[in-house]
């Protein structure tokens, strides 16, 4: 079970910072230090949204997906 939840991890949420330090024009080794700082701060508040925003990369990029598969025919 464990290393289910570092597989999914490992796969999808760590486009996270790069996906924020593109849009905001940061360097990507700030945005990860911003994160670990601020969940030792907010006792793990942070990681709650890192998932959530995971989660939403990830479907957004699905739904870019199916857009594009729609367009093919």
């Known amino acids: 079970m464990f290393q289910r939840v570092?597989?999914?991890f490992e796969k999808q949420s760590f486009g996270v910072c790069t996906y924020l330090a593109e849009k905001?024009?940061?360097s990507i080794s700030r945005i990860r230090l911003f994160f670990i700082y601020a969940s030792f701060l907010a006792v793990?508040?942070?990681?709650?949204i890192y998932v959530l925003a995971a989660?939403?990369?990830d479907v957004r990029r699905y739904i870019k997906k199916i857009r594009l598969g729609i367009w093919d025919l």
């Open 6 to 8: 570092v597989t999914y």
């Open 44 to 48: 793990g508040f942070p990681i709650v």
């Open 24 to 26: 905001l024009d940061i």
């Open 55 to 57: 989660f939403v990369l």
